[in-house]
């Protein structure tokens, strides 16, 4: 007999489960329109980054010098925040501007949205 498990729900999961601009509805969400330059960007920058932290496994596998460990992962955050500006850039110039123009609703949960993104991303 199957038990169904009560789950709890915060305000974080209901800000992911909306849309800010409103064209989806929850699950398989898509952007409005993707820059193919940037997406061309970002997936050669995701595959550098997929090689280092290859190598930061290789290194502590090695018993590598700490600090040259640590070093090497600074640099994959800061590879990880080029591609995130990048995305940020594209959701703003598409998405965001998209539900923002349309005013109303789309525009306050875009806003909602964005406060949201920005306040995870300055941490």
């Known amino acids: 007999m199957a038990t169904k498990r009560a789950t709890t729900r915060t305000a974080a999961d ?3 489960a ?3 601009c409103g064209v989806h ?3 398989d969400r898509k ?3 993707v820059d193919p330059d940037a997406k061309d960007r970002n997936q050669k920058r995701l595959r550098r980054i997929e ?3 290859r190598g930061l496994q ?3 596998d090695e018993d590598r010098y700490c600090a040259d ?3 090497q992962i600074a640099s994959v955050h800061e590879a990880l925040r080029a591609v995130g500006r990048e995305l940020m850039r594209n959701h703003l110039k598409y998405c965001a501007s ?3 123009r349309a005013d109303g609703e789309r525009a306050e949960a875009m806003y909602d949205e964005l406060v949201d993104l920005m306040y995870r991303h300055s941490r």
């Open 25 to 27: 509805d929850g699950k």
């Open 14 to 16: 209901d800000v992911e």
């Open 98 to 100: 998209t539900a923002i």
């Open 31 to 33: 952007a409005v329109a």
């Open 58 to 60: 290789k290194m502590v």
């Open 18 to 20: 909306a849309c800010g």
């Open 69 to 71: 460990i640590m070093t």
């Open 51 to 53: 090689g280092q932290v």
